[in-house]
T-cell receptor, first 113, second 112 residues
Framework: IAGITQAPTSQILAAGRRMTLRCTQD?????MYWYRQDLGLGLRLIHY???????GKGEVPDGYSVSRANTDDFPLTLASAVPSQTSVYFC????????????FGAGTRLSVL | LAKTTQPISMDSYEGQEVNITCSHN???????ITWYQQFPSQGPRFIIQ???TKVTNEVASLFIPADRKSSTLSLPRVSLSDTAVYYC?????????????FGTGTRLLVSP
């Protein structure tokens, strides 16, 4: 069982470029989430989806967009990357929302230069 | 959203019991308390979840007083491999969706 798969593992990106981080889960979980984690800080929620076809904004949504065309996939897109988006990005999923246990991917380390 | 407060860091030695307390004064009736562990360069990993009183699994125990305004994660006989950041979260364990707030967690350092 793979759980949650994120790709790429790491990426160096020029400022202004478009980038999509991929996230796929095979647990048939309804809810999915994207977080960013900066050095010395906790995880901050970017966007979430509580079921296929719906998405919502988290704590730090500006500069990011998501889509949830099906249950398994939840890509995160940076339309025009900026250096402040340099971070480690984690995707997670849970059976339901809220307090349900979240399962995390291994993360994508993104550097925007 | 229920906000949580935990110590920024804690130090311990191998073989000791470690207790990390989390305050959540605004916890709602439907909220569950969940703890995660995060190692460097990895995503957080679920440790334990509870609603009231005491919960124990093979990794840890979770103590929740009657008023549920705080909780204590207890790690028995820690080892060097328990060095990690520990996050306390509260959120609706039912069908209602909430945006969880992880906060900065508690950085536990276990020394020989």
């Amino acid at each position: 069982i793979a759980g949650i798969t994120q790709a790429p593992t790491s990426q160096i990106l020029a400022a202004g470029r478009r980038m999509t981080l991929r996230c796929t889960q095979d647990m048939r979980h309804n809810a999915m989430y994207w977080y960013r984690q900066d050095l010395g800080l906790g995880l901050r929620l970017i966007h979430y989806s509580n079921t296929a076809g719906t998405t919502g904004k988290g704590e730090v949504p500006d500069g990011y967009s998501v889509s949830r065309a099906n249950t398994d996939d939840f890509p995160l897109t940076l339309a025009s990357a900026v250096p402040s988006q340099t971070s480690v990005y984690f995707c997670a999923s849970s059976v339901g929302g809220g307090g349900n246990i979240q399962y995390f991917g291994a993360g994508t380390r993104l550097s925007v230069l | 959203l229920a906000k949580t407060t935990q110590p920024i860091s804690m130090d311990s030695y191998e073989g000791q019991e470690v207790n990390i307390t989390c305050s959540h004064n605004n916890i709602a009736t439907n909220d569950y308390i969940t703890w995660y562990q995060q190692f460097p360069s990895q995503g957080p990993r679920f440790i334990i979840q509870g609603y009231k009183t005491k919960v124990t699994n093979e990794v840890a125990s979770l103590f929740i007083p009657a008023d549920r305004k705080s909780s204590t994660l207890s790690l028995p006989r820690v080892s060097l491999s328990d060095t990690a950041v520990y996050y306390c979260l509260v959120g609706d364990g039912g069908t209602g969706f909430q945006k969880l707030v992880f906060g900065t967690g508690t950085r536990l350092l276990v020394s020989p």
